[in-house]
């Protein structure tokens, strides 16, 4: 039965709880430009093991890459600062979704991504080759489409995305990080590493004996892009847009990424594949 008094303490209960989730439901509206803008702070995912996109080091703890270098550039931009944010390329996602990070360097906007996030305007074109070992040599991707080839890849990276989508009658083995990945090649589980050209180029100049660089017919390539929270509120994603479009006409997308590839990974730009644009 319900008294007069226990109406009247069930409706001051409900006032009581409006009124303290009402902050929580205001904090939850903020939009990331807003966040950005009170907290002076750019929260960015990085991957670690991921060289040339992110580097860590084990004795330092400090990070290293072309990704970090753009998230340093952005913050910069933006006059505040930046904050590193352990995740792994299968996770980046749910970080977004989550409100952990602010942005993510390096994703790929698949459609099954676009569901949940949002991305920028492109940071580069990736081209997906191959890190084989030297008795396979496919001149097309429908020589590598088949069962008895056996490919690895990082999961929840790109080239996941793109052997789950593109080769789907080869023997797809799928590892937590792109080094175990490559581990799986070195010890003759499988064929292959499918692999977007930057990160093969930077595999084969650390460990030539795995193999040689395959780059099939036709060319396969997708966009990478910066990914961002999904929002009403287009604030950021427009100041990145811009931010991208101003550092690319001055060239300093490319600078960024070569530098990088050199000073991590040895390799001469002038011994690029043809196949890598910026």
Not at 33 to 41: G, S
Not at 90 to 107: E, P, R, T
Not at 250 to 272: E, R, S, Y
Request: with cysteine.
């Amino acid at each position: 039965m319900i008294t007069r008094r226990s109406f009247v303490s069930a409706t001051c209960a409900f006032g009581l709880g409006s009124m303290i989730s009402m902050p929580a439901l205001a904090q939850q509206a903020e939009s990331t430009m807003e966040r950005i803008k009170r907290t002076k702070v750019l929260r960015t995912g990085f991957v670690a093991g991921a060289a040339p996109y992110f580097v860590k080091s084990v004795a330092t703890g400090q990070w290293q890459g072309f990704c970090v270098d753009f998230s340093n550039q952005l913050a910069e931009s933006l006059g505040v600062k930046l904050q590193a944010i352990d995740t792994t390329w299968g996770n980046a996602v749910l970080d977004l979704q989550s409100n952990k990070i602010d942005c993510m360097f390096g994703l790929a906007p698949t459609e099954q991504r676009k569901k949940t996030v949002a991305f920028t305007d492109p940071l580069f074109q990736n081209t997906f080759t191959l890190v084989a070992k030297k008795s396979l040599d496919p001149k097309t991707w429908d020589e590598v489409n088949r069962p008895e080839v056996r490919l690895s890849v990082d999961q929840g990276s790109n080239q996941d995305t793109f052997a789950t989508q593109t080769l789907t009658k080869a023997s797809l083995h799928r590892f937590e990080t792109s080094g175990d990945a490559t581990l799986a090649l070195q010890t003759g589980r499988v064929d292959a590493q499918v692999l977007v050209i930057l990160l093969a180029v930077t595999v084969l100049s650390k460990s030539p004996q795995l193999g040689h660089l395959v780059i099939p017919t036709p060319a396969a390539t997708a966009p990478t892009a910066i990914g961002v929270q999904k929002e009403a509120d287009q604030a950021f994603t427009e100041y990145v847009n811009q931010w991208l479009a101003t550092e690319r006409s001055k060239g300093l997308i490319k600078q960024t990424i070569v530098d990088n590839m050199q000073k991590l990974a040895g390799v001469d730009p002038k011994l690029f594949p043809k196949e890598a644009t910026f």
